[in-house]
Every structure is written in structure tokens, then in C-alpha cells.
């Protein structure tokens, strides 16, 4: 007679038998509701913070007296952008073409020559120390002679802003396409993939949370680099930015004005931020860990 013994896991020794295995919990109320006050509070704290560094600044400023050609208080400064709106909104919307159209450029010439540097090891080897030397040179001291022989101010300033905004695409767009899994490198060399799949399957998603990384750091530079052209110029007159006005705001000792064009530059390095997160989350938000949301 044979005796066949079964091995029980230390699960299945605690369960009686016939007993049904309870099924994870669903989340509670409690736990809903503290997920909702978390993600409200990601709202709220930061600006009740904002405000209250605003409303001591205010009170800083009339507490002691200071004049505004000094320091502004908030008030007056908003009261600048109410009446000086037209003319510095204007500007804004200059510096925000010059961004988007220098990002825009970025974007298409870093994923390029980078999706180039990946499919061709030589190619890489030719161009890529240019990519540096444009990187490490100070976008300052390019300036002066891209304004010399660029006739067009518009076009000169957007070369300007799309050499501080390039480097950071191509560098990333480069890095990402290199860290494709080889198990799949190989499997796609196994099925005989040509290169324009292999980019398209295997390179280009593997690059992709890299790009959207890069994309971020890359809508500040080019809004930097708008603003530092300008001001390396000297660009004034009605179609200008908003570095133009304040250089003129500094010439004139128009320190309201000043302060109020800086709020401009700051609110739209703050959109470009929140613009590019969200099309981070668009596109990564379903699929990349760096994304997706789970319940804990």
C-alpha cells in the first residue's frame, strides 16, 4: 500500500478545509478620502505658501518704509500690470514665440541627429563633438557675432535660444536610444528587424521617457535662452520681449515696471513646466513607471 503525502503551504495550514480564501479588501472610505485630501493639499499648500510669502512681503515693504524705486510691494506691482498690461503682454507673446518656435527646432533637430547618431556609430563619432562645442560655449559670448551676420533680429535671437535648448534633446534622445534591452536587441537581430523597426519598435519607446525628461529641462532652457539673447542685443522698440522691457525699465529706473515683467518671464517659465508635465503624463501615464499612479 502506498501512502502519497502532500506538502501544505503555511497559507493553506492556517485555512480550514472548505474554508473560501477571503479576497483582498477593497479600499475603504477612509482611504479614499485621505487619498482625496492628499491630492487637494498637493494644491493647496503650495500656493498658501505662495501667499503667504506674498502678503509678508507686503507687509515687509510698508512696515519699514521702503520706497517703491527700491523695492515695490506686490500691490504696486500688480497695479504695473494693470496698467502697463497691452505693452507688456505684447512683449510676452513675443518671447513666447521665440520659446516655442526655439523648443520646436530643438526638438526636431535633437531627435533627429539623435535617432542619426543611433543608427550610425560613424555619424556619431563625426558630428557629436560639434553638439558638445555648442553646448559648452556660453550662448553669451555666440551672440554678438550670430547678430552680426544674421541680419534678420527675430532669427538671430531664435538661433541664440535654440542653441541653449538643443543639446539637452539630443543628449537624452542619444541616451535613450542606447538603453534598449539587448535580450531585445538580440530577438529583433534574430528576426532579421530592419533598422527603420528596430527604431520604430524597440528604440523609440525605450527613448522615450528619456525625451519627455528632456523635453522639461529643455522649455526652461529655450525660455532662458530667449531672455538672455535679448538682453545680449540689446533688442528695444514695440516688437520686442520682455527682456527688452526691462532694460528699458532699467534705464529709466522704472522699478515697478521691472518687477512686473519678471512676474511676466516667471509665470511663463511656470506654464512651459506644468505644459511639459502634462504631456509627460499623456504620454507616459499608461504605460512607464515613472507615471503611473498606484494604490497603496
Not at 500690470?81 to 513666447?96: E, I, K, N, R, Y
Not at 532669427?155 to 538643443?166: E, K, P
Request: charged residues 15%; contains cysteine; aromatic residues 10%.
Amino acid at each position: 500500500m502506498t501512502t502519497t503525502s502532500t506538502i501544505e503551504s503555511p497559507q493553506e495550514a492556517r485555512t480550514p478545509a472548505g474554508a473560501v480564501q477571503d479576497e483582498p479588501a477593497p479600499l475603504n472610505t477612509e482611504h479614499l478620502a485621505a487619498m482625496r485630501r492628499e491630492r487637494i493639499l498637493a494644491w493647496v499648500m503650495p500656493l498658501a505658501t505662495m501667499a503667504l510669502a506674498i502678503l509678508g512681503w507686503e507687509w515687509w515693504v510698508r512696515a519699514n518704509d521702503i520706497p517703491h524705486y527700491l523695492i515695490p510691494a506686490p500691490s504696486r506691482v500688480a497695479e504695473t500690470l494693470w496698467t502697463d498690461g497691452p505693452s507688456l503682454l505684447q512683449s510676452a507673446w513675443f518671447t513666447v514665440k521665440l520659446t516655442f518656435f526655439s523648443l520646436l527646432l530643438a526638438v526636431v533637430g535633437g531627435v533627429l541627429l539623435g535617432a542619426l547618431f543611433a543608427l550610425s556609430r560613424s555619424v556619431e563619432m563625426s558630428l557629436f563633438p560639434f553638439a558638445v562645442i555648442l553646448q559648452v560655449t556660453p550662448v553669451v559670448a555666440i551672440a554678438p557675432l550670430i547678430l552680426i551676420y544674421v541680419a534678420n533680429t527675430f532669427v538671430a535671437l531664435l538661433i541664440c535660444a535654440w542653441i541653449v535648448a538643443f543639446f539637452p534633446i539630443l543628449s537624452n534622445t542619444v541616451i535613450g536610444l542606447r538603453s534598449a534591452d539587448h535580450n531585445l536587441r538580440d530577438l529583433f537581430t534574430l528576426y532579421r528587424a530592419t533598422p527603420w523597426q528596430r527604431l520604430r519598435y524597440l528604440l523609440a519607446p525605450s527613448a522615450l521617457p528619456y525625451f519627455m525628461a528632456a523635453l522639461k529641462v529643455a522649455g526652461g532652457l529655450a525660455l532662458i535662452g530667449a531672455v538672455v539673447a535679448e538682453f545680449v542685443a540689446g533688442a528695444t522698440g514695440q516688437n520686442t520681449g520682455l527682456a527688452s522691457r526691462i532694460i528699458e525699465a532699467s534705464f529709466r529706473n522704472e522699478i515697478p515696471r521691472m518687477f512686473a515683467a519678471l512676474v511676466l518671464v516667471s509665470l511663463l517659465g511656470v506654464a512651459i513646466f506644468l505644459l511639459t508635465t502634462l504631456a509627460s503624463k499623456l504620454v507616459l501615464g499608461h504605460w512607464h513607471e515613472s507615471e503611473i499612479k498606484r494604490e497603496t
